[in-house]
């Protein structure tokens, strides 16, 4: 079992950055894929960016490319997301997750892949 706890989220303007962390307790964090998602009002969880469980690759969605990072500590059990020239569309509910399988060496990009998830944090951008 892996426990994960959001950090970070919070109002922003548009334009602005923010860094959110997921720490993580229970079994071996360092095994387990990490992906940051997200919910807005009325739509669907979405994939944000992904790692593998080395850290040695990163996914992210289009809609993100360029501006979020994804990293992770595995030293710290954190994952973290950097998000950088945010937008009014990344208003949203961000949660962080672990995969279902261990040692995958692809990112997982679909909810039905992730075993643990987060309570999720709040971030808010106003333009």
């Known amino acids: 079992q892996v426990q994960l706890v959001e950090s970070g989220g919070g109002l922003v303007q548009a334009g602005g950055s923010l860094r959110l962390s997921c720490a993580a307790s229970?079994?071996?964090?360092?095994?387990?894929?990490m992906g940051w998602f997200r919910q807005a009002p009325g739509k669907e969880r979405e994939f944000v960016v992904g790692?593998?469980?080395?850290?040695?690759?990163?996914h992210s969605a289009d809609s993100v490319q360029g501006r979020f990072t994804i990293s992770r500590d595995n030293a710290k059990n954190t994952v973290y997301l950097q998000m950088n020239s945010l937008k009014s569309e990344d208003t949203a509910v961000y949660y962080c997750a672990a995969t279902r399988r261990p040692f995958r060496r692809d990112i997982a990009t679909m909810t039905s892949e992730y075993n643990y998830w987060g309570q999720g944090t709040q971030v808010t951008v106003s333009s």
């Open positions: 229970g079994r071996s964090f360092s095994i387990y894929g």
């Open positions: 790692i593998t469980w080395k850290g040695d690759l990163t």
